[in-house]
């Protein structure tokens, strides 16, 4: 017998919206094709990385991450150090030929 598979997260925002209303899961259950368990999941599921992002927790994709896979931020401040070091040499050459 072959599971039935139901994106949640494509109505998340609705049994986010209905629970905040105060229905219980079973009354949001019994609209969608969904158990009882799988709306306690969803929400329990949600109010952990809420509580994750609260305590400064940054998300990240989930699996093994791509090959020089750097976040803007590092990338830039990683191109800033590199010029610099190249300024550096540049200005020691510059020192050792008499030009400045």
């Not at 905040?20 to 952990?48: A, C, D, M, V, W």
């Not at 927790?57 to 590092?74: I, L, M, T």
């Amino acid at each position: 017998m072959s599971r039935k598979y139901t994106k949640v997260e494509t109505i998340a925002a609705e049994v986010f919206r209905r629970r905040s209303e105060g229905e219980t899961y079973r009354q949001i259950s019994e609209t969608y094709p969904l158990t009882f368990t799988q709306i306690k999941n969803l929400l329990y599921r949600h109010k952990r990385k809420r509580n994750l992002i609260a305590k400064g927790y940054v998300v990240r994709k989930k699996g093994r991450p791509v090959k020089d896979s750097q976040d803007a931020e590092v990338f830039r401040n990683n191109e800033l150090i590199e010029l610099r070091m190249q300024i550096e040499v540049l200005r020691n050459f510059l020192l050792e030929v008499g030009r400045m």
